[in-house]
């Protein structure tokens, strides 16, 4: 069956635009994460979802990072005003709920020039 | 303090050798994640355990909930096994929600033929 789908898998900006980073979980999954690595280190928490609710956002930055996923499903990371710090991996994962084993994307790597 | 750590951050090993990779956390928790990353590739699932130990083939995951403490074991290792090994704690207290995942900084293994 398919895996978690992310969409672009790079994506380059100029600094100050805005990105969207789509996530297309595993069917059924109503726990879905965002995660940011950068090189050498291990996955940063962004957000977490559980159905269509944040229940849990604490790991965004700044207002500049938002997420979605209006219909429980999909969601899509968006950043505003990129910067070049923002460069990173950004990685979804989806799991059936909270305190199961999750299933990862393989990321979009995200550069901001 | 990271909340998480693991050693040894690096580990070279000859094919054959039986590995441990230690993961060594500071938060209560209700499950911790042993998850593997080939360069350039996405993060696979090995493990999810909150007690006891459990094996799938040659790959052993045991966790000790009072000494807040768990490893990873590789029986007869094998060059295809060279990948980031990463340990994430699923944080038992994190603002009273579900928790979110506490990730270690990975440890990277080399397994030379």
């Known amino acids: 069956g398919a895996g978690v789908s992310q969409t672009p898998s790079n994506k380059v900006t100029e600094k100050g635009k805005y990105v969207e980073l789509r996530c297309d979980p595993i069917?059924?999954?109503?726990?879905l994460y965002w995660y940011r690595q950068s090189l050498g280190q291990g996955p940063e928490f962004l957000i977490y979802?559980?159905?269509?609710?944040?229940?849990?956002d604490s790991g965004l930055p700044n207002d500049r990072f938002f997420a979605v996923r209006p219909e429980g499903s999909v969601s899509t990371l968006k950043i505003q005003r990129t910067e070049r710090g923002d460069s990173a991996v950004y990685l979804c994962?989806?799991?059936?709920?909270?305190?199961?084993?999750?299933?990862f994307g393989n990321g979009t790597r995200l550069t901001v020039t | 303090k990271n909340e998480v750590e693991q050693s040894p951050q690096n580990l070279t090993a000859q094919e054959g050798e039986f590995i441990t990779i230690n993961c060594s956390y500071s938060?209560?928790?209700?499950?911790l994640h042993w998850l593997q990353q080939h360069p350039g590739g996405g993060i696979v699932s090995l493990f999810m355990?909150?007690?006891g130990k459990k094996k799938h083939g040659r790959l052993i995951a045991t966790i000790n909930i009072q000494e807040k403490h768990s490893s990873l074991h590789i029986t007869a290792s094998h060059p295809r096994d060279s990948a980031v090994y990463i340990c994430?704690?699923?944080?038992?207290?994190?603002?009273?929600?579900?928790?979110?995942?506490?990730f270690g900084k990975g440890t990277k293994l080399s397994v030379k033929p």
């Open positions: 069917s059924g999954h109503t726990a």
């Open positions: 355990l909150s007690s």
């Open positions: 938060v209560g928790i209700s499950a």
């Open positions: 979802f559980q159905g269509t609710g944040a229940a849990d």
């Open positions: 994430a704690a699923l944080n038992l207290n994190y603002g009273g929600s579900q928790g979110n995942l506490i």
């Open positions: 994962a989806s799991g059936v709920t909270w305190n199961s084993p999750l299933h």
